[in-house]
């Protein structure tokens, strides 16, 4: 199901018509590995769960749609998708990175890929010609990240993938589309080879299950994906699958509370006389405002910052909000709050990607405003 449905339609009708069999609305959960066949090779679609299944599928089409992409596949967790990415790659290959990311993301580079002979390396991707200057003749694949885990810093996408193809590079750009979703950007349609997704986040929704996504433009790409996920075989059971159409269904008005609680939470942030930095595109004080206004629906769902106070402060409040829970993990209903350094971006300690330990990450849910500003009032107020 493409235009000319909107956005918000295919949220809840993509890859999900009517059960052929009994006319459930919703989507069943196909709790079966294997698929009786006719005759050998004869069958209806299916012939084993690791290569397809229904409730799986339905998700990828969905997902599929609403990155305006080619094909959709899913993967039992965002690491898995990401891993089935990098599986494109041959020792030799060089992948050129936005300089903040998931902790787990620079732990697969550099731990997994790069001592089996792929090289990695780092740079600011907010001033596409500046980044660029590190493709290399071998570079095969531009990994970003917009806005990135934990900084909220912005790439500018479209410039990128145009500045990429004047200097006739073949690298595929892949966006991890994580913290934006769908419904704030499009990645493929600004110029991306490769949209990522942990779905944990806020296309499930809830924090109740693990999974990962990937969407792409082209079919011989897509074929070679498939290929990966079904040979490797890091896929999502049917009840994950279920869970993550569930979450996608109520996106659009989810990510339209997430961000206007988010901004709320870094306007009163801003004006806190604890706080030393607020970190959220969609403020005017964000050095990226401009392109966040001009590549995302709105500002997202989360805020980082630093207080007076460093480090020490950082544990303090961390660990004195009531209804932000201290926890890693994001994009649910529930707001949470984390140390980065200290949880989600471990792995990047004493690397050139190393998190403040300072920093703090909210994942702004969708509490009443006002309760969330004073429990964080109370933590801040408690500094002093
Ligand atoms: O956790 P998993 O579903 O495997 O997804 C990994 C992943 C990929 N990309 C981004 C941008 C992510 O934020 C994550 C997971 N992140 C967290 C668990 C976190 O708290 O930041």
């Known amino acids: 199901m493409r235009k000319p449905y909107r956005f918000e339609t295919r949220t809840i009708h993509a890859g999900q018509p009517a059960d052929p069999s009994t006319g459930a609305v919703m989507t069943p959960i196909y709790q079966t590995s294997t698929y009786r066949q006719k005759r050998v ?6 012939e084993y769960s690791r290569t397809g299944n229904p409730t799986r599928h339905a998700l990828e089409e969905c997902l599929s749609s609403l990155e305006e992409g080619h094909a959709g596949l899913a993967f039992a967790s965002g690491m898995a998708a990401i891993d089935a990415i990098l599986h494109l790659l041959r020792p030799g290959d060089h992948v050129l990175a936005v300089d903040d990311l998931y902790g787990g993301t620079y732990r697969i580079f550099e731990q997994t890929y790069a001592p089996m002979g792929v090289s990695f390396s780092y740079a600011p991707a907010s001033e596409p010609a500046a980044f660029l200057k590190h493709l290399r003749p071998e570079t095969r694949l531009i990994w970003l990240e917009t ?4 900084l909220l810093n912005l790439c500018d996408i479209r410039g990128i993938a145009e500045g990429a193809r004047k200097m006739n590079s073949s690298a595929w750009i892949c966006v991890d589309n994580t913290f934006a979703t769908p419904y704030l950007q499009q990645p493929l349609n600004l110029g991306a080879d490769i949209v990522l997704h942990s779905t944990t986040k806020y296309l499930g929704g809830h ?6 996504a990937i969407v ?22 049917p009840m994950d699958c279920f869970l993550v159409l569930r979450g996608i269904k109520t996106l659009p008005v989810r990510m339209e509370r997430h961000a206007s609680n988010a901004e709320a939470v870094a306007r009163f942030l801003e004006t806190h006389e604890a706080i030393e930095q607020v970190f959220y595109p969609g403020l005017p004080s964000h050095p990226q405002h401009d392109l966040a ?3 995302m629906r709105n500002g997202g769902g989360m ?3 630093t207080a007076k106070g460093g480090t020490h402060a950082a544990r303090r409040i961390a660990e004195g909000t009531h209804l932000f829970a201290l926890a890693e993990s994001l994009g649910g209903v529930e707001s949470l709050i984390e140390v980065p350094a200290a949880m989600t971006h471990a792995s990047t300690l004493d690397s050139p990607l190393a998190v403040s330990p300072a920093l703090i990450r909210l994942s702004v849910g969708l509490e009443n ?8 009032r109370q933590a801040l107020d408690a500094l002093a």
């Open 41 to 46: 090779g004869e069958h209806l679609g299916y």
């Open 147 to 150: 806005p990135t885990n934990p």
């Open 207 to 212: 924090s109740d299950v693990v999974g990962g």
């Open 216 to 237: 792409v433009r082209d079919a011989a790409l897509a074929e070679r994906l498939a290929f990966l996920q079904n040979a490797v075989g890091a896929v999502p059971g």
């Open 293 to 295: 206004r001009r590549q």
């Open 303 to 305: 805020v980082s910052f």
């Open 369 to 376: 405003t006002q309760d969330l500003v004073e429990d964080l």
